[in-house]
Nanobody, 114 residues
C-alpha cells in the first residue's frame, strides 16, 4: 500500500522549533513535487511550502523566513523545519506528493502555546 506518514508534530511554546518529517513508502514511484499543507480548526487547508524534484521551493508568506522545506531523495523523505513558531501556526500539518499519482498523509498536529 502506498502511503505518506508524517511525524514530528507536538506541543511547543511560542518561539520554539519543531521538525516535521514525511516518509513515503518505497512503492510510491517517482515524486515530482512534495508539499506541506496545514489546516487550522474551522479553516481551509492552505499550502505552507513546496519543493520540486530539482529543489525549487515555494513558501507561504506567513512562514517565509521561519520555515524551511527540504527533501532527501535517497530516504524518500521530506522535512519541514519550523522555527520561531507562533500561536497562529497551530494546525494539523499534512504532507502531499505528486508524481504518477497524488498522495496525502494523515496529518500531524502542531500546537503552539503562548
Amino acid at each position: 500500500q502506498v502511503q505518506l506518514v508524517e511525524s514530528g508534530g507536538g506541543l511547543v511554546q511560542v518561539g520554539g522549533s519543531l521538525r516535521l518529517s514525511c516518509a513515503a513508502s518505497r512503492n510510491i514511484g517517482r515524486i515530482d513535487l512534495w508539499a506541506w499543507y496545514r489546516q487550522a480548526p474551522g479553516k481551509q487547508r492552505d499550502l505552507v511550502a513546496s519543493i520540486t524534484s530539482d529543489h525549487r521551493t515555494v513558501y507561504a508568506d506567513a512562514v517565509t523566513g521561519r520555515f524551511t522545506i527540504s527533501r532527501d531523495k535517497g530516504k524518500n523523505t521530506m522535512y519541514l523545519q519550523m522555527n520561531s513558531l507562533k500561536p497562529e501556526d497551530t494546525a494539523v500539518y499534512f504532507c502531499a506528493s505528486w508524481g504518477i499519482r497524488n498522495y496525502w498523509g494523515q496529518g500531524t498536529q502542531v500546537t503552539v502555546s503562548s
